[in-house]
Antibody, heavy 117, light 109 residues
């Protein structure tokens, strides 16, 4: 079965950086686009970034464009999110999700990012 | 990239039916048949319940159904059960943008 395991979250000061990872198993990782979606405490879901199966392009929501970078290593079945210049409003649980066409189908359990001084 | 509009809460009694609406624009809900619905219980990851407006993944009960008219999509849950109490999010593809609704809290009274 599909398994997605995020890691790399933690507490960071404003302006700092974090790199999230998402290790995938149970499906042919290199055949599917992948998403990062976040959820601020007590708030709804927000799409953050998308990368096609081959990593040929990257797409970002406006609020993270230029600060975050999505990438993937298909040889290691791993998705990444490099987050720079972090802001208070970036705090939340970050989920990676497997794409199926133009929507996410399977989700990981998430990793918590806290931006705090 | 405005969020899709959902009611903040709906409620119903066991056995009843409820419908959750999701209103967008012609650039998202109205422009593509790529509307999905996700269920999320507190502290858990979202789970896909409907995709392509009205398709159910395997394992999702047929009590859950989806539809769309113009810029508004809907999720209908019939024969409400206590385990249906959760947050529900709609989602739409919007041309290399992806947008979620604000979420609807379903309470089963």
């Amino acid at each position: 079965q599909v398994q997605l395991v995020e890691s790399g979250g933690g507490v960071v000061q404003p302006g700092g950086s974090l790199r999230l990872s998402c290790e995938a198993s149970g499906f042919s990782f290199s055949s599917y686009g992948m998403y990062w979606v976040r959820q601020a405490p007590g708030k709804g879901l927000e799409w953050v970034a998308f990368i096609p199966f081959d990593g040929s392009d990257q797409y970002y929501t406006d609020s993270v464009n230029g600060r975050f970078t999505i990438s993937r290593d298909n040889s290691k079945n791993t998705l990444f999110l490099q987050m720079n210049s972090l802001r208070f409003e970036d705090t939340g649980v970050y989920y990676c999700a497997k794409g199926n066409g133009w929507w996410p189908d399977h989700w990981g359990q998430g990793t918590l990012v806290t931006v705090s001084s | 990239q405005s969020a899709l509009t959902q009611p903040r809460s709906v409620s119903g009694s066991p056995g009843q039916s409820v419908t959750i609406s999701c209103t967008g624009t012609s650039s998202d809900v109205g422009g593509y048949n790529y509307v999905s619905w996700y269920q999320q219980h507190p502290g858990k990851a979202p789970k896909l319940f409907i995709y392509d407006v009205s398709q159910r993944p395997s394992g999702v009960p047929d009590r859950f159904s989806g539809s769309k008219s113009g810029n508004t999509a809907s999720l209908t849950i019939s024969g409400l059960q206590t385990e249906d109490e959760a947050e529900y999010y709609c989602y739409s593809y919007a041309g290399y943008n992806w947008v979620f609704g604000g979420g609807t809290k379903l309470t089963v009274l």
